[in-house]
């Protein structure tokens, strides 16, 4: 294959994708859905022009093209997820990492990547191919590996910050546990201690506190609250945590003692990681000895 036939062959991809990507788009092509059947059915319509509204930020630094392919990208990433079953299981991780992203977004961000690493990977072996210097099932197996990559990539990212993320809470944990342990010993409520917390401390865990803050803050219960948190943390120790303080206000025994002793078993917990860690480190320093 020359130079002048691969070219060809690479604009006559990129033209048919186009004419595709246009037909498919048309008016005609994109059935109606139900929201868009039942709303001039219902009462509360609104009248406000689309031409109004603020247009939707872009997540890429694509520009126009970004909006232009929305719509596509929106149906591809809900065909996806017709052979996804784990969507639920997403989104706790997406909270677990503190993402302010949507399932839908995280898959669009990977489906983005995958084709980023299809089309730079094809693009590469097809000028490989001009060159003569390619071999064909090697370079087939290179664009997979590439949007395979590009697919799991961000899903390695995202238990990177979940790990990350867990690490920051748990170090944090001891002195914020003080804190509400000495506010309370204090005479302020568990709630007022929240609020003592959020002003005055920063962080992940303060994140979270004040998300709890706000639950309570919105009608929703203080045990309810910290229940949510216990699930969208996933840690053992803030399980404790939030145990202990429901133990604490369901039953009214003391609550500053219960704090500082879960304080001290999370410290005693980043002791023996840290014992832990150095054993394996001296073990790894022992092998350059023995060879």
């Not at 730079?120 to 590439?146: E, H, Q, W, Y």
């Not at 005055?200 to 803050?217: D, I």
Request: proline fraction near 6%.
């Amino acid at each position: 294959m020359n130079p002048a036939t691969a070219l060809a062959a690479l604009c006559g991809i990129v033209l048919g994708t186009g004419l595709w990507l246009v037909v498919v788009r048309l008016p005609a092509m994109r059935p109606p859905t139900l929201t868009q059947r039942v709303a001039p059915q219902l009462r509360a319509v609104d009248v406000r022009s689309r031409l109004l509204s603020e247009s939707p930020a872009n997540v890429t630094p694509f520009g126009p093209l970004e909006r232009i392919l929305r719509p596509l990208l929106a149906d591809a990433v809900s065909w996806s997820h017709r052979f996804n079953p784990a969507a639920a299981t997403l989104a706790r991780r997406l909270a677990q990492a503190g993402r302010g992203q949507t399932t839908t977004d995280f898959r669009a961000q990977q489906l983005l990547w995958a084709a980023g690493g299809l089309a730079g990977s094809t693009l590469v072996m097809v000028l490989l191919a001009a060159s003569g210097s390619a071999n064909i099932p090697l370079a087939v197996v290179i664009i997979l590996a590439c949007a395979v990559m590009g697919f799991v990539g961000p899903d390695y990212v995202l238990s990177s910050d979940i790990r990350r993320r867990e690490a920051r809470m748990l170090a944090e944990f001891p002195s914020l546990a003080e804190l509400m342990a000495l506010a309370v010993s204090a005479g302020e409520s568990t709630t007022g201690a929240l609020e003592r917390i959020c002003r005055t401390a920063s962080g992940e865990l303060a994140g979270e506190f004040a998300l709890v803050l706000a639950a309570t803050r919105a009608g929703k219960p203080l045990v309810d609250a910290l229940q949510e948190f216990s699930h969208r943390t996933r840690l053992a120790p803030l399980s404790r945590f939030v145990d202990g303080i429901t133990v604490a206000v369901q039953r009214g025994t003391p609550l500053a003692d219960v704090l500082r002793a879960q304080a001290q078993d999370v410290r005693d917990l980043a002791k023996r990681d840290l014992m832990e860690s150095a054993g394996r480190k001296e073990i790894a320093m022992m092998v350059p000895v023995v060879n």
